[in-house]
């Protein structure tokens, strides 16, 4: 029972994860297939640089929600004393990335969604929720500078494993140091494009400023 419930869980995970919140926006208020234009990407980077900041900021405020939820639905099993309470972060993990996956690999759109950056950004929110918004800051931070969201969510993403390093950060368990690793080279991996654009000086700027400066 416990190992069905655990499965039901994984699946409910993905499922959430494959949401494809850009793609269905995209479509119901502006008509368009985000995938058909910018870089091809069904995410929060493409809709900023598309569609803009308002649609760019609800696509990733959503994308959020669903790694946020995806990791939280682990402690059901603590509720329900299937697994004990220190192996919480284990499940969460697996949770979580099952939930990344299902972004970058959504079934309800055979299989082609965006990087994961904003749905990998609610999981850490759900198990480290400092160094999550500590990340944040940081790619508000760049976004904001250099128009750039691809800099910001790979700086972002690095500041994730490294802000644990620090002693006032470090997890009892040191295998969420190791995952946030292994997550920044599947960050680098997915931005392998964007990171060769922005080498080139050829990465496409997002439709986003800050109030009171021209463009």
Known sequence: M????????CIAAYLIGSICTAVWLGKAFYGIDIRKHGS?????TNTFRVLGKKPGAIVMLIDIFKGWAATSL????VIYHIIEPENLVVYQLILGALAVVGHIFPVYERFKGG????????????????????CM???????????YVSLGSILG?????LLLLLPRFHPENPILIIF????????????????NRLLAGQESKANIK????KK
């Open 40 to 44: 091809g990407n069904s995410g929060a």
């Open 2 to 9: 416990a190992v069905l419930f655990i499965a039901v869980l």
């Open 137 to 147: 800051a940081i790619f508000v931070v760049v976004l904001f500078t250099s128009r």
């Open 180 to 195: 946030g690793f292994v997550l920044f080279a599947v960050v680098v991996l997915t931005h392998r494009k964007n990171i």
């Open 74 to 77: 682990a402690g059901l099993l």
């Open 115 to 134: 990087k994961g950056v904003a749905t990998l950004l609610g999981m850490m929110l759900a198990i480290e929720p400092l160094v999550a918004l500590l």
């Open 157 to 161: 993403a690095l500041a994730f494993p």
């Open 210 to 213: 800050l109030p009171g400066l």
